[in-house]
Protein backbone atom coordinates (compact mmCIF):
# COMPACT_ATOMS: atom_id res chain seq x y z
CA UNK A 1 0.00 0.00 0.00
CA UNK A 2 2.77 2.38 1.04
CA UNK A 3 4.69 1.42 -2.65
CA UNK A 4 1.52 2.11 -4.05
CA UNK A 5 0.90 6.08 -2.75
CA UNK A 6 4.58 6.46 -3.26
CA UNK A 7 4.21 5.45 -7.13
CA UNK A 8 0.89 7.51 -7.18
CA UNK A 9 3.00 10.66 -5.81
CA UNK A 10 5.53 9.95 -8.26
CA UNK A 11 3.90 9.86 -11.13
CA UNK A 12 2.27 13.17 -10.62
CA UNK A 13 5.15 15.15 -10.81
CA UNK A 14 6.17 13.07 -13.90
CA UNK A 15 3.05 13.78 -15.50
CA UNK A 16 3.84 17.43 -14.83
CA UNK A 17 7.10 17.33 -16.58
CA UNK A 18 6.32 15.07 -19.51
CA UNK A 19 3.44 17.90 -20.26
CA UNK A 20 5.47 21.13 -20.10
CA UNK A 21 8.35 19.09 -22.49
CA UNK A 22 5.44 18.24 -24.93
CA UNK A 23 4.12 21.90 -24.36
CA UNK A 24 7.46 23.34 -24.68
CA UNK A 25 7.96 21.00 -27.78
CA UNK A 26 4.73 22.88 -29.77
CA UNK A 27 5.55 26.13 -28.91
CA UNK A 28 9.19 25.53 -30.70
CA UNK A 29 7.29 24.31 -34.27
CA UNK A 30 7.90 26.75 -36.84
CA UNK A 31 4.11 28.18 -37.41
CA UNK A 32 3.07 29.25 -41.07
CA UNK A 33 1.74 31.94 -39.31
CA UNK A 34 4.56 33.44 -38.48
CA UNK A 35 5.95 33.55 -41.90
CA UNK A 36 5.07 36.25 -44.58
CA UNK A 37 1.34 36.04 -46.40
CA UNK A 38 2.27 35.55 -50.25
CA UNK A 39 -1.36 35.26 -51.33
CA UNK A 40 -1.74 38.80 -51.69
CA UNK A 41 1.43 40.02 -53.11
CA UNK A 42 2.62 39.65 -56.96
CA UNK A 43 5.16 36.71 -57.53
CA UNK A 44 8.83 37.42 -56.77
CA UNK A 45 11.63 35.78 -57.69
CA UNK A 46 11.43 31.90 -57.58
CA UNK A 47 14.11 31.36 -55.28
CA UNK A 48 12.98 32.88 -52.86
CA UNK A 49 9.30 31.22 -53.38
CA UNK A 50 10.63 27.72 -53.53
CA UNK A 51 12.94 27.68 -50.79
CA UNK A 52 12.08 24.28 -48.95
CA UNK A 53 9.89 23.03 -52.11
CA UNK A 54 11.25 19.32 -53.08
CA UNK A 55 11.46 18.54 -57.22
CA UNK A 56 8.85 16.04 -57.97
CA UNK A 57 12.03 13.62 -59.32
CA UNK A 58 13.57 13.52 -56.19
CA UNK A 59 9.91 13.57 -54.13
CA UNK A 60 11.21 9.84 -53.41
CA UNK A 61 14.25 9.64 -52.20
CA UNK A 62 14.09 8.72 -48.69
CA UNK A 63 17.27 11.15 -47.77
CA UNK A 64 15.04 13.95 -48.48
CA UNK A 65 12.17 12.94 -47.76
CA UNK A 66 14.04 12.51 -44.26
CA UNK A 67 15.30 15.81 -44.41
CA UNK A 68 12.14 18.15 -44.97
CA UNK A 69 10.35 16.03 -42.03
CA UNK A 70 12.73 16.99 -39.60
CA UNK A 71 13.57 20.58 -40.67
CA UNK A 72 13.84 22.67 -37.84
CA UNK A 73 15.59 26.08 -37.36
CA UNK A 74 18.56 26.07 -35.23
CA UNK A 75 18.50 29.02 -32.91
CA UNK A 76 21.87 29.48 -31.80
CA UNK A 77 23.03 32.08 -29.80
CA UNK A 78 21.78 31.43 -26.04
CA UNK A 79 21.09 34.95 -25.75
CA UNK A 80 20.22 36.09 -28.81
CA UNK A 81 16.66 37.04 -27.50
CA UNK A 82 18.29 38.23 -24.94
CA UNK A 83 19.91 40.64 -27.20
CA UNK A 84 16.79 41.20 -29.05
CA UNK A 85 14.90 42.32 -25.80
CA UNK A 86 17.51 44.84 -25.56
CA UNK A 87 17.78 46.41 -29.08
CA UNK A 88 13.45 46.27 -28.83
CA UNK A 89 14.08 48.69 -26.21
CA UNK A 90 16.40 50.87 -27.84
CA UNK A 91 14.97 51.06 -31.88
CA UNK A 92 13.77 55.04 -32.18
CA UNK A 93 9.87 54.90 -32.97
CA UNK A 94 8.27 56.83 -35.10
CA UNK A 95 5.07 58.31 -36.27
CA UNK A 96 3.06 57.45 -39.87
CA UNK A 97 1.91 60.35 -41.52
CA UNK A 98 -1.37 60.22 -43.57
CA UNK A 99 -1.11 59.54 -47.33
CA UNK A 100 -4.27 59.50 -49.79
CA UNK A 101 -1.80 56.57 -51.51
CA UNK A 102 -2.85 53.67 -49.79
CA UNK A 103 0.27 51.39 -51.51
CA UNK A 104 2.69 54.78 -50.20
CA UNK A 105 3.92 54.23 -46.04
CA UNK A 106 5.57 57.77 -45.10
CA UNK A 107 7.19 58.20 -41.47
CA UNK A 108 8.93 60.66 -39.47
CA UNK A 109 11.67 60.02 -36.53
CA UNK A 110 13.47 63.48 -34.82
CA UNK A 111 16.45 63.05 -37.66
CA UNK A 112 14.29 62.06 -40.99
CA UNK A 113 11.78 61.30 -42.89
CA UNK A 114 11.28 57.61 -44.77
CA UNK A 115 8.74 56.86 -47.69
CA UNK A 116 8.19 53.39 -48.52
CA UNK A 117 7.34 51.76 -51.62
CA UNK A 118 4.90 48.99 -51.00
CA UNK A 119 3.88 48.58 -54.90
CA UNK A 120 7.66 47.09 -55.62
CA UNK A 121 8.52 44.83 -54.14
CA UNK A 122 12.83 44.59 -54.21
CA UNK A 123 12.70 40.67 -52.34
CA UNK A 124 11.45 38.44 -49.77
CA UNK A 125 12.12 36.07 -47.80
CA UNK A 126 11.13 33.72 -44.19
CA UNK A 127 11.94 37.12 -42.17
CA UNK A 128 9.90 39.94 -44.34
CA UNK A 129 9.65 42.12 -47.17
CA UNK A 130 12.05 43.98 -48.73
CA UNK A 131 10.62 47.35 -50.15
CA UNK A 132 12.52 50.15 -52.25
CA UNK A 133 12.30 53.28 -50.20
CA UNK A 134 13.84 57.46 -49.81
CA UNK A 135 15.20 58.41 -46.78
CA UNK A 136 15.39 62.05 -46.17
CA UNK A 137 17.66 63.56 -43.62
CA UNK A 138 15.61 66.32 -41.59
CA UNK A 139 18.84 68.32 -40.80
CA UNK A 140 21.40 67.89 -43.84
CA UNK A 141 18.40 68.51 -46.27
CA UNK A 142 19.56 65.13 -48.56
CA UNK A 143 18.00 62.32 -49.68
CA UNK A 144 18.90 58.76 -50.81
CA UNK A 145 17.42 55.31 -52.22
CA UNK A 146 17.35 52.94 -50.16
CA UNK A 147 15.77 48.99 -49.34
CA UNK A 148 13.61 48.83 -46.29
CA UNK A 149 13.44 45.27 -44.61
CA UNK A 150 9.66 44.77 -43.33
CA UNK A 151 9.10 42.26 -40.62
CA UNK A 152 6.63 41.48 -37.91
CA UNK A 153 9.55 39.83 -35.97
CA UNK A 154 11.96 41.77 -34.33
CA UNK A 155 14.55 38.96 -35.33
CA UNK A 156 15.72 41.91 -37.81
CA UNK A 157 17.13 44.12 -35.44
CA UNK A 158 19.22 40.86 -34.35
CA UNK A 159 20.59 41.19 -37.89
CA UNK A 160 21.32 44.64 -38.27
CA UNK A 161 23.06 44.25 -34.96
CA UNK A 162 25.37 42.12 -36.64
CA UNK A 163 25.58 44.06 -39.86
CA UNK A 164 27.27 47.05 -37.00
CA UNK A 165 29.45 44.32 -35.53
CA UNK A 166 30.96 43.00 -39.08
CA UNK A 167 32.53 44.69 -41.52
CA UNK A 168 33.56 44.50 -44.72
CA UNK A 169 33.49 45.97 -47.99
CA UNK A 170 31.71 42.60 -49.62
CA UNK A 171 29.67 42.86 -46.63
CA UNK A 172 26.43 45.07 -46.68
CA UNK A 173 25.69 47.14 -44.06
CA UNK A 174 22.61 48.77 -42.58
CA UNK A 175 21.98 52.46 -42.30
CA UNK A 176 19.10 52.44 -39.75
CA UNK A 177 16.48 50.31 -37.37
CA UNK A 178 12.82 51.86 -36.52
CA UNK A 179 9.56 50.43 -35.70
CA UNK A 180 6.12 51.51 -37.47
CA UNK A 181 2.92 51.64 -36.23
CA UNK A 182 0.57 49.47 -37.88
CA UNK A 183 -2.31 49.18 -34.70
CA UNK A 184 -4.76 47.88 -37.23
CA UNK A 185 -2.48 44.62 -38.05
CA UNK A 186 -3.91 41.83 -36.19
CA UNK A 187 0.45 40.24 -36.60
CA UNK A 188 1.94 43.11 -35.65
CA UNK A 189 3.07 42.43 -31.66
CA UNK A 190 2.09 45.61 -29.93
CA UNK A 191 0.66 47.31 -32.81
CA UNK A 192 4.39 47.71 -34.24
CA UNK A 193 6.78 46.72 -36.96
CA UNK A 194 9.94 46.39 -37.67
CA UNK A 195 12.22 48.12 -40.00
CA UNK A 196 15.75 47.51 -41.16
CA UNK A 197 16.76 50.35 -44.08
CA UNK A 198 19.57 49.18 -45.90
CA UNK A 199 21.34 50.58 -49.40
CA UNK A 200 19.96 50.49 -52.42
CA UNK A 201 21.21 47.96 -54.46
CA UNK A 202 20.99 46.97 -58.25
CA UNK A 203 19.47 43.35 -57.41
CA UNK A 204 20.95 39.76 -56.54
CA UNK A 205 23.74 37.51 -58.10
CA UNK A 206 20.59 35.28 -58.70
CA UNK A 207 18.45 37.44 -60.76
CA UNK A 208 21.54 38.72 -62.86
CA UNK A 209 22.96 35.17 -63.37
CA UNK A 210 19.48 33.80 -64.79
CA UNK A 211 19.46 37.15 -67.22
CA UNK A 212 22.49 35.83 -68.99
CA UNK A 213 24.25 38.83 -68.28
CA UNK A 214 25.98 40.55 -71.63
CA UNK A 215 28.27 44.04 -72.58
CA UNK A 216 31.15 44.34 -73.55
CA UNK A 217 33.58 42.33 -71.26
CA UNK A 218 30.46 39.63 -69.86
CA UNK A 219 33.70 37.17 -68.85
CA UNK A 220 35.47 39.71 -66.94
CA UNK A 221 32.43 40.74 -64.97
CA UNK A 222 31.60 37.43 -64.38
CA UNK A 223 35.01 36.12 -62.98
CA UNK A 224 34.92 39.43 -61.03
CA UNK A 225 32.11 38.74 -59.46
CA UNK A 226 32.69 34.97 -58.70
CA UNK A 227 36.14 36.37 -56.97
CA UNK A 228 34.36 38.92 -55.20
CA UNK A 229 31.54 36.68 -53.55
CA UNK A 230 34.76 34.51 -51.94
CA UNK A 231 36.31 37.34 -50.81
CA UNK A 232 33.22 38.93 -48.77
CA UNK A 233 32.45 35.08 -47.40
CA UNK A 234 36.53 35.18 -46.17
CA UNK A 235 35.61 38.51 -44.42
CA UNK A 236 32.99 37.19 -42.82
CA UNK A 237 34.45 33.77 -41.58
CA UNK A 238 37.50 35.79 -40.51
CA UNK A 239 35.73 37.83 -38.27
CA UNK A 240 34.77 34.71 -36.16
CA UNK A 241 30.79 34.22 -37.81
CA UNK A 242 29.57 31.79 -40.26
CA UNK A 243 26.53 32.52 -42.70
CA UNK A 244 24.28 29.82 -42.64
CA UNK A 245 22.21 30.61 -45.85
CA UNK A 246 25.03 31.19 -48.35
CA UNK A 247 23.10 31.72 -52.22
CA UNK A 248 23.26 33.45 -55.22
CA UNK A 249 19.99 34.97 -53.78
CA UNK A 250 21.48 36.38 -50.98
CA UNK A 251 24.15 38.69 -52.81
CA UNK A 252 23.34 41.50 -54.11
CA UNK A 253 25.45 43.89 -56.42
CA UNK A 254 25.39 47.76 -57.32
CA UNK A 255 27.58 49.41 -60.10
CA UNK A 256 29.95 51.66 -58.84
CA UNK A 257 31.52 54.65 -60.32
CA UNK A 258 34.05 53.07 -62.96
CA UNK A 259 30.76 50.92 -63.98
CA UNK A 260 32.27 47.90 -62.89
CA UNK A 261 30.26 45.49 -60.41
CA UNK A 262 30.13 45.59 -56.75
CA UNK A 263 28.86 42.28 -54.90
CA UNK A 264 28.02 42.23 -50.74
CA UNK A 265 26.98 39.56 -49.09
CA UNK A 266 23.75 40.19 -47.46
CA UNK A 267 20.79 38.56 -45.10
CA UNK A 268 23.10 37.93 -41.70
CA UNK A 269 19.88 36.78 -40.43
CA UNK A 270 20.85 33.08 -39.46
CA UNK A 271 25.00 34.01 -38.91
CA UNK A 272 26.34 32.08 -35.45
CA UNK A 273 29.60 32.72 -33.99
CA UNK A 274 28.90 28.66 -33.11
CA UNK A 275 31.76 26.39 -34.44
CA UNK A 276 29.41 23.58 -33.50
CA UNK A 277 26.34 23.31 -34.59
CA UNK A 278 22.94 21.22 -35.22
CA UNK A 279 19.74 21.96 -37.10
CA UNK A 280 19.13 22.58 -41.11
CA UNK A 281 19.33 26.24 -41.54
CA UNK A 282 19.63 27.68 -45.07
CA UNK A 283 17.68 26.47 -48.52
CA UNK A 284 17.42 23.48 -50.32
CA UNK A 285 20.03 22.90 -53.13
CA UNK A 286 22.96 24.28 -51.11
CA UNK A 287 22.78 22.12 -48.21
CA UNK A 288 25.92 20.40 -47.65
CA UNK A 289 25.85 16.44 -46.98
CA UNK A 290 26.43 16.59 -43.02
CA UNK A 291 23.47 18.72 -42.90
CA UNK A 292 21.35 16.15 -45.05
CA UNK A 293 22.68 13.75 -42.78
CA UNK A 294 21.09 15.52 -39.26
CA UNK A 295 25.17 15.66 -38.04
CA UNK A 296 26.65 18.28 -35.78
CA UNK A 297 29.18 20.40 -38.04
CA UNK A 298 30.93 23.41 -38.36
CA UNK A 299 28.64 26.19 -40.07
CA UNK A 300 31.95 27.69 -41.97
CA UNK A 301 32.81 24.41 -44.01
CA UNK A 302 28.90 24.42 -44.54
CA UNK A 303 29.17 27.71 -46.03
CA UNK A 304 32.04 26.65 -48.11
CA UNK A 305 29.69 23.88 -49.73
CA UNK A 306 26.95 26.29 -50.04
CA UNK A 307 29.29 29.39 -51.70
CA UNK A 308 30.86 25.98 -54.27
CA UNK A 309 26.86 25.92 -55.63
CA UNK A 310 26.56 29.34 -56.12
CA UNK A 311 29.70 29.72 -57.93
CA UNK A 312 28.73 27.20 -60.26
CA UNK A 313 25.56 28.96 -60.45
CA UNK A 314 27.68 31.79 -62.47
CA UNK A 315 29.88 29.35 -64.32
CA UNK A 316 26.65 27.89 -66.35
CA UNK A 317 23.67 30.62 -66.33
CA UNK A 318 21.38 27.03 -66.65
CA UNK A 319 22.56 26.71 -62.69
CA UNK A 320 19.95 30.36 -61.90
CA UNK A 321 17.95 29.57 -65.37
CA UNK A 322 16.81 26.29 -64.81
CA UNK A 323 15.69 24.79 -61.28
CA UNK A 324 15.80 21.32 -62.29
CA UNK A 325 19.53 20.73 -63.67
CA UNK A 326 20.40 23.05 -60.25
CA UNK A 327 18.54 20.88 -58.47
CA UNK A 328 19.94 18.34 -60.47
CA UNK A 329 23.55 19.15 -59.85
CA UNK A 330 23.51 19.39 -56.44
CA UNK A 331 21.67 15.99 -55.77
CA UNK A 332 24.51 14.68 -57.92
CA UNK A 333 26.86 15.99 -55.77
CA UNK A 334 25.37 14.82 -52.58
CA UNK A 335 25.36 11.52 -53.94
CA UNK A 336 28.90 11.66 -55.30
CA UNK A 337 29.85 12.37 -51.64
CA UNK A 338 33.89 11.96 -52.12
CA UNK A 339 35.63 14.05 -54.07
CA UNK A 340 37.41 12.45 -57.05
CA UNK A 341 33.43 11.14 -57.63
CA UNK A 342 32.62 14.63 -57.66
CA UNK A 343 35.36 15.91 -59.73
CA UNK A 344 33.88 13.41 -62.26
CA UNK A 345 30.88 14.45 -61.19
CA UNK A 346 31.40 17.95 -62.44
CA UNK A 347 33.68 17.59 -65.13
CA UNK A 348 30.18 15.32 -67.07
CA UNK A 349 27.49 17.87 -66.20
CA UNK A 350 29.38 21.15 -66.83
CA UNK A 351 31.81 19.43 -70.23
CA UNK A 352 33.97 22.09 -71.47
CA UNK A 353 32.99 25.02 -68.99
CA UNK A 354 35.60 23.29 -66.32
CA UNK A 355 39.01 22.01 -66.54
CA UNK A 356 40.30 19.14 -64.56
CA UNK A 357 42.11 21.52 -62.36
CA UNK A 358 39.05 23.62 -61.90
CA UNK A 359 36.84 20.68 -61.09
CA UNK A 360 39.07 19.33 -58.44
CA UNK A 361 39.53 22.94 -56.57
CA UNK A 362 35.52 22.67 -56.57
CA UNK A 363 35.16 19.15 -55.21
CA UNK A 364 37.53 20.52 -52.63
CA UNK A 365 35.09 23.04 -51.43
CA UNK A 366 32.17 20.38 -51.99
CA UNK A 367 32.96 17.27 -50.06
CA UNK A 368 35.11 16.45 -46.77
CA UNK A 369 38.74 15.09 -47.47
CA UNK A 370 39.32 11.88 -48.32
CA UNK A 371 42.11 9.39 -46.88
CA UNK A 372 41.26 10.16 -43.09
CA UNK A 373 39.53 9.00 -40.10
CA UNK A 374 36.57 7.20 -43.04
CA UNK A 375 33.33 7.63 -41.72
CA UNK A 376 33.91 11.33 -39.79
CA UNK A 377 33.05 14.35 -41.63
CA UNK A 378 36.63 15.86 -42.13
CA UNK A 379 37.44 19.88 -42.70
CA UNK A 380 36.80 21.35 -46.37
CA UNK A 381 38.79 23.48 -47.98
CA UNK A 382 38.43 27.10 -46.26
CA UNK A 383 36.80 29.94 -48.02
CA UNK A 384 40.47 31.78 -47.74
CA UNK A 385 42.20 28.91 -49.34
CA UNK A 386 39.39 29.02 -51.78
CA UNK A 387 39.88 31.98 -53.02
CA UNK A 388 44.06 31.98 -53.10
CA UNK A 389 44.04 29.06 -55.51
CA UNK A 390 41.25 31.52 -57.65
CA UNK A 391 43.79 34.42 -57.59
CA UNK A 392 46.32 32.43 -58.94
CA UNK A 393 44.77 31.00 -62.07
CA UNK A 394 41.59 29.25 -61.49
CA UNK A 395 39.50 31.71 -63.16
CA UNK A 396 42.27 32.62 -65.90
CA UNK A 397 41.41 29.44 -67.92
CA UNK A 398 37.25 29.11 -67.51
CA UNK A 399 35.04 29.47 -70.08
CA UNK A 400 31.94 31.74 -69.31
CA UNK A 401 29.28 30.68 -71.79
CA UNK A 402 27.22 33.35 -73.40
Not at 39 to 61: C, G, M, N, T, Y
Not at 258 to 272: C, E, Q, Y
Not at 274 to 291: D, K, M, N
Not at 357 to 372: D, I, V, Y
Amino acid sequence: MVASTAWSVFQIPLGICLFLFMLEQIRCRPWSSALPDHSSQPAVDQEQEERHKLPDFIQSWETYKNYTSRHRTFTGHADRQATIDILQSRVPASRVQEDDDPDQTTIFTDRYRLEIDQRGILGHGASGYVYPGILSHLRLNEAQDVAVKVSHHPHVLWEAQLMDLIHGDHLLHYVETVTIPQPEDDRAANGLVYAMVMPRMQGTLHSWAARSPSGEEPEQRTRSAMLQMWEGLVQLHAQGFAHRDVKLANMVYRWNETGDMHILLSDLDRATPAREVGGSAGTLGYLSQEILLDQKHDPMSSDVFAMAMSFLGLVSSKMSADRDFRMLVWKSVVDAATQSRVEATLLELFGSSLSARQAGLLAKALCEQEGEDAGSWMRRITAREFLADNKYGFLCSLVIPK
